[in-house]
C-alpha cells in the first residue's frame, strides 16, 4: 500500500473456513481495504474436512442451510460475500442468511475444522504469508498443500 498511487479499497479472494488468512484481514482492516470472499460453499461443494458436519449441525439448529451457515460465516467474518449458482432453490437461499448470527464459539468451531483442512479451489498456488512458501498444487481442480 505505500508504494500505490491509489490505495486499494477492496481484496477480492477466495474465503471460506479452509482457506481464510488472519494475517491478511488484519493487513486489509489496517489499511482500510475491505475483503470480499468469494467461494463461501467450498467445503461443502468439495466435501471438505469436518466443516460440512459442523455447518449442517449448526444449520439444523438455526433452521438454515449449511451453506446458508457458511455464508453467515464468511459475512461475520470478512463483511462482504459473494456468491453464485444458477439453481433458482439457491438463489432464493442465499437472499436469507441475515436473520440470525453465530455466537463466538460458533465461529470459533468452524474456523477449527477448516483449518484442520486448508484447502484452496481457486488458482494455481499456494502462498503461506508466516513462511512465505510456495506449494505447487495438486491433482484436479483444488489442492490442499502438505504441510
Same mark, same amino acid.
Given at each position: 500500500?505505500?508504494?500505490?498511487?491509489?490505495?486499494?479499497?477492496?481484496? !477480492?479472494?477466495?474465503?471460506?473456513?479452509?482457506?481464510?488468512?488472519?494475517?491478511?484481514?488484519?493487513?486489509?482492516?489496517?489499511?482500510?481495504?475491505?475483503?470480499?470472499?468469494?467461494?463461501?460453499?467450498?467445503?461443502?461443494?468439495?466435501?471438505?474436512?469436518?466443516?460440512?458436519?459442523?455447518?449442517?449441525?449448526?444449520?439444523?439448529?438455526?433452521?438454515?442451510?449449511?451453506? !446458508?451457515?457458511?455464508?453467515?460465516?464468511?459475512?461475520?467474518?470478512?463483511?462482504?460475500?459473494?456468491?453464485?449458482?444458477?439453481?433458482?432453490?439457491?438463489?432464493?437461499?442465499?437472499?436469507?442468511?441475515?436473520?440470525?448470527?453465530?455466537?463466538?464459539?460458533?465461529?470459533?468451531?468452524?474456523?477449527?475444522?477448516?483449518?484442520?483442512?486448508?484447502?484452496?479451489?481457486?488458482?494455481?498456488?499456494?502462498?503461506?504469508?508466516?513462511?512465505?512458501?510456495?506449494?505447487?498444487?495438486?491433482?484436479?481442480?483444488?489442492?490442499?498443500?502438505?504441510?
Amino acid at each position: 500500500v505505500p508504494h500505490c498511487r491509489i490505495a486499494p479499497v477492496i481484496n !477480492q479472494v477466495e474465503f471460506h473456513p479452509c482457506m481464510h488468512d488472519k494475517d491478511l484481514k488484519e493487513y486489509c482492516s489496517n489499511h482500510d481495504i475491505k475483503i470480499c470472499g468469494y467461494a463461501p460453499t467450498v467445503p461443502l461443494t468439495s466435501n471438505i474436512g469436518r466443516v460440512p458436519d459442523v455447518a449442517q449441525r449448526l444449520a439444523s439448529k438455526y433452521g438454515k442451510t449449511a451453506g !446458508q451457515i457458511l455464508l453467515r460465516w464468511s459475512h461475520q467474518h470478512a463483511g462482504i460475500v459473494l456468491t453464485t449458482t444458477i439453481q433458482e432453490r439457491r438463489l432464493e437461499e442465499n437472499l436469507d442468511w441475515l436473520d440470525f448470527e453465530l455466537s463466538e464459539e460458533e465461529m470459533e468451531e468452524i474456523d477449527l475444522a477448516g483449518r484442520e483442512s486448508p484447502f484452496r479451489k481457486w488458482g494455481n498456488d499456494w502462498r503461506v504469508l508466516s513462511g512465505d512458501l510456495l506449494f505447487p498444487p495438486g491433482p484436479g481442480l483444488g489442492f490442499a498443500p502438505k504441510l
